[in-house]
């Protein structure tokens, strides 16, 4: 389960911005290597989102800002502390957010907002293979390459995330 509050910000067409929680689910795949009580290793993942329209965007769009997420996609390091039955990790990483973006008043075309993704969180082991986990996640997404009509919105969202971690 992935829940976030998002916000879309124009900060050349005065400081305009659109902002939503974003309900969600997410997959993560990747891999971790034990050094001890220290691990490392690297994840991917993306976040589905369940009812991503912004409000602000229904009718009549006055900026050119996101106005529908699709899905938030990630590719990050992860470093952390095995602490008995519990993990703790940190994560840094690249993602990108993908949806609808205002063109013009009354349009919008696909398109995306890519940057940094920085998180925080704990896992609790329940038998051999498998873990409770908890994480908070930051994006801060800027690069605006990808956003339709050469417009540069910026993305900020703070994401919790909670589900179960199986091993293979």
Known sequence: ??????KSEVPSFGGYNHDKIVPGFAVVLGNRINNGDFFY??????????NGEFDECAGFIPAPALCKQSANVRVVGVVGQ???DYDVYGKLGYGAVFGDFAVSPFSVDSGNVKGLTVGLGASRQLNDTTKLFGEVLYDAYRNSGGQ???YHSTYNSVNLRIGVMRSF
Not at 1 to 6: C, P, R, T
Not at 41 to 50: D, K, P, Q, R
Request: avoid cysteine; hydrophobic fraction near 40%; charged fraction near 15%.
């Open 148 to 150: 339709p009509a050469g």
């Open 82 to 84: 095995q602490m008995g």
């Open 1 to 6: 389960m992935d829940v976030g509050k998002a």
């Open 41 to 50: 290793g690297y994840e991917a993942s993306a976040s589905i989102t369940l």
